[in-house]
T-cell receptor, first 116, second 115 residues
């Protein structure tokens, strides 16, 4: 079974600075997706960024980028130029890309606070 | 209208009550999900429906009973719950289970407190 570990329960960053959230996972599969989801306070969880395991190039979405290290089974999220609206719970998630490919395995989350 | 709407947003019930959570999606998706979110725990997948057929029942106690009358609506019927069932219940949808890219669209959740 896959497991996803987020070792930082809480983090904080000053507005406009850069922060990196850590995620490691454990799987014996070779083909899978990795995700970062964001859950702002009392608002809907939304997908921030997705990485396909077969792609060596790290995914980027505006101020959000990942550092995907497949051999190390590491998938960190970097937020550049942090904004107050980035304050949220961030969840790392894994999904096998074959067979019953609808099950996402989530980590416990990291609460990020952006301070003014 | 937001993509996925859940009602009620907050619910307090006694252990002998019967209540229901409702989810509606306006995205034309074919798959819908119930997740349970408890503090300091990973999200737990409870049920999955694809084209109104249940494809997953993740060892959920029978006091939780899902219903999917059509591809836009999903219910979670609750009866004789326990205090440990208190949590945020999230509904989500996705385009389809086949060729799923893993992008789920979530509602804001229903915060359930069982007294």
């Amino acid at each position: 079974a896959q497991t996803v570990t987020q070792s930082q329960p809480e983090m904080s960053v000053q507005e406009a600075e850069t922060v990196t959230l850590s995620c490691t996972y454990d799987t014996s599969e070779n083909n899978y997706y990795l995700f970062w989801y964001k859950q702002p306070p009392s608002r809907q969880m939304i997908l921030v960024i997705r990485q396909e395991a077969y792609k060596q190039q790290n995914a980027t979405e505006n101020r959000f980028s990942v550092n995907f290290q497949k051999a190390a089974k590491s998938f960190s999220l970097k937020i550049s130029d942090s904004q107050l609206g980035d304050t949220a719970m961030y969840f790392c998630a894994f999904m096998y890309s074959g067979g019953s490919n609808y099950k996402l395995t989530f980590g416990k989350g990291t609460l990020l606070t952006v301070n003014p | 209208e937001t993509g996925v709407t859940q009602t009620p947003r907050h619910l307090v019930m006694g252990m002998t009550n019967k209540k229901s959570l409702k989810c509606e999606q306006h995205l034309g998706h074919n798959a819908m999900y119930w997740y349970k979110q408890s503090a300091k725990k990973p999200l737990e997948l409870m049920f999955v429906y694809s084209l109104e057929e249940r494809v997953e029942n993740n060892s959920v106690p029978s006091r939780f009973s899902p219903e999917c009358p059509n591809s836009s609506h999903l219910f979670l019927h609750l009866h004789t719950l326990q205090p440990e069932d208190s949590a945020l219940y999230l509904c989500a949808s996705s385009q389809a289970l086949a060729a799923n890219t893993g992008e789920l669209f979530f509602g804001e959740g229903s915060r359930l407190t069982v007294l």
